[in-house]
């Protein structure tokens, strides 16, 4: 299937693993995914002013009219953007993780397991909340970790706020969250934000921060390690 693509500028900048890796995956889904042409920033958490925000996520969709209906949004705080921008319902903005499915996870192809494995998936706050805008299937993550063997820990904390909009403004506020988070958790923890990645990897002192996607491709021969 055909999907229009909005990176956003994370993707295009300290994210580009995440970028590489919902294209690599989509790919073995059997999905194209289409950039919508000369896309803008979509303010992200940067504009005080919520109206103003909204208005400029949704010059992306007007680039969109007529080309693309079904967009794929990889960047949390950009999805919510879009789809808040979105008030006429002309779209259907997705989450990669949404083209994820316990059915096409089973059937993909599996070289590596993940036996003996701990993983923490975390999904920050976006992803979760609030219902409007969130994501349908909200434990995703823990259907791709447990599939492939692996095993969960954590789950009380996936949906707690790290602070990572705040990490250049109020480094100390990220911290204290991040770290609360990491406290009561183990394992590998496995991110689908670019902030909460950035915080994850700032605090998170001897704890390895991957994406779902890298994860992914680790299974099926891709990647040689986690």
């Not at 979509?42 to 007007?62: F, M, P, Q, T």
């Not at 969130?134 to 904390?157: L, P, Q, R, W, Y």
């Not at 991957?210 to 099926?220: A, E």
Request: charged share 25%.
């Amino acid at each position: 299937m055909e999907y229009g693509y909005y990176p956003g500028c994370s993707l295009t900048g300290s994210a580009k693993k995440l970028n590489r890796g919902v294209r690599e995956i989509c790919k073995k889904l059997g999905h194209t995914l289409s950039e919508i042409p000369d896309w803008n920033c979509c303010g992200a958490v940067e504009y005080g002013d919520r109206n103003e925000l909204v208005r400029i996520s949704g010059e992306n969709l007007k680039k969109a009219e007529g080309i693309h209906r079904e967009i794929v949004v990889p960047c949390p705080a950009c999805y919510k953007n879009l789809k808040d921008a979105d008030s006429a319902g002309s779209f259907n903005i997705l989450s990669p993780l949404e083209l994820l499915s316990p059915e096409n996870l089973s059937q993909m192809k599996q070289l590596k397991d993940l036996r003996g494995q701990v993983f923490f998936p975390y999904y920050g706050c976006l992803l979760m909340r609030p219902e409007g805008s969130s994501i349908k299937n909200k434990n995703i993550m823990e259907d791709a970790i447990t599939v492939f063997g692996g095993e969960i820990d954590g789950e009380k904390m996936k949906d707690r706020c790290c602070g990572g909009n705040q990490l250049f403004l109020n480094k100390w506020a990220t911290e204290k969250l991040s770290s609360l988070i990491l406290s009561k958790s183990r394992g590998t923890v496995v991110v689908f934000c670019p902030f909460c990645h950035m915080a994850m990897k700032t605090f998170g002192v001897g704890r390895k921060v991957i994406y779902l996607t890298d994860l992914l491709l680790y299974v099926m021969g891709e990647k040689n390690s986690l």
